[in-house]
């Protein structure tokens, strides 16, 4: 059987093999031999990421019935057309090729094009069945070597369908930057609960609900035109698969080996339904998305999974996992939680992690991930005088060793410019990360969480907490949207943008905070 994943014919391998090529009506007929109708294909829409200097990826799935488990595709192997241009029109076609969109894996398809040329804009699209899908622009990355004058990316999380319409994506479609990071939760698990929206399924715990899930959340149009408009880099939060799960545990300490499968099968529905490479195909239920980006000599981005490995929850009774009852979310400190051998990342991850940053040579480093990394203590609703001495244990603040040694590696390494980006917690925060060592001395780094596109936030004491709290700049909880920054050699400039009205897809939004970081400084200027 033809590689689906097989490497795409550049322009010149094109015109030699196109003698014995497939022509196109062959193809149609072989499509329509498949058992296809004349429904629409692509409800879906496309996308593109993961770019590189020579090329990126392109994702689409089949979905004539989007909403039935199959997709309303037939078991069988469908042979998909893809063209990539050098204008919106596809006067200048770059690169084309078929792939194979296969029954098991939903029939997406992911194609990994190379032979490109760097730091351009290109337009994609796909064929099949006499049908063309939506137009999506895309963009290879900068040469690893070359100089760069400025990148424009946003970055955003936390999408829950019912909560919200999606006005942010609108306005990212608009903003048309160069890179979109989604820093995880882009569906939500929970059985359907009547908000601004439904969801259309019950909880999903195997793949075909899973599947109708990514699909209920892929029809949205201003999710698909945010698609359309960038590459993005995406990573995954708890929803994905299920709420504040810890590698093989979930929220409730279930039977261990369910929960697995059950994983197994949400890894598997976000493989098929995000514009990923090959490299982060999942393996039952383990799937590598820890990965590194780079923007040619300005920018390198390590985006990490805090979720499939880290360490067993701290600070808790042990009568929970033995009687399979609800893990306690929020704790005052223990010695446990202070453990040097517990890490958030799982050892493997944390020194590819350090090995990572060493060798950057980048103008800026960030790092690109789930939940809040500062140290942020909430305070006790029955103690509203004292300090804030409460841990939430399903972000960083459960696993404050690897915050620790982070920071020490930037110090000690003079990492340029480091930035953390992050999501979870729906709200938005800014954050400088102090010296573990030496609080007094300037920040190690900044830290920015983009707000929540949809997702509301349910802790009323978030700023109070942040106002109490070493490090914070800015906090805000009852406002959604999303972060935009323009980054440059001298400087990187960070939007955070809130919605007026997130039940109104077309709601108007305004700038809520500004800030920016000087290269070669510690610590954010805002306003």
Known sequence: ???????????????????????AGLLLTAVRAAGLSARPLFTLGVASGEPLPQGFVLWTRLAPEPLAIDGGMPARTVPVRWEVAEDAAFRRVAARGTALAEPRWGHSVHVEVAGLRPDRPYWYRFLAN?????????????????????????FASCQKYEAGQY?????????????????????????????????RNPEPVDLGGYRVRYATYKTDPLLQAAHHAAPWAVIWDDHEVANDYADAVDEDNGDPAAFLRRRAAAYQAYWEHMPLRRASMPQGPAMQLYRSLQWGRLAA????????????RPCQPPELAAQHRPYRTRTPDCPERRDPARSIL???????????FAQSRA???????????ADAPRLNPAHLDAAPDQYTLDNWGGYPATRERILRHWRDAKLANPLVLSGDIHAFAAVDLLDPDRPDAPPIASEFVGGSLTSKN??????????RTPGFRFAEHQVRGYASATMTPAECAIRFVGLEDPANPDSPARTLAHFTVAA????????
């Open 167 to 199: 006005a942010g994506h609108r306005l990212i479609a608009a903003e048309a930057p160069d890179l979109v990071v989604f820093l995880g939760d882009y569906i939500y698990e929970n059985g359907p609960q009547q908000d601004v929206r439904i969801h």
């Open 130 to 154: 006499g049908e063309a899908s939506p137009i999506g622009r895309t963009r290879t990355a900068p040469a690893a070597d070359q100089p760069v004058d400025r990148l424009r990316f946003c």
């Open 520 to 527: 070669g400084q510690r610590g954010m200027r805002v306003g």
């Open 363 to 373: 103008q800026w480093n960030l790092l690109a991930q789930q939940t809040l990394m």
């Open 346 to 356: 799982g050892a493997a991850q944390e020194r590819w992690l350090h090995d990572a």
């Open 1 to 23: 059987m033809t590689d689906p994943f097989a490497a795409p014919w550049n322009r010149r391998a094109l015109l030699c093999a196109s003698g014995a090529g497939a022509s």
């Open 458 to 467: 349910h802790d009323p004491l978030f700023k109070q907490s942040a106002a």
């Open 301 to 312: 981005f390590q985006l990490v999974d805090d979720r499939q490995y880290r360490s067993a």
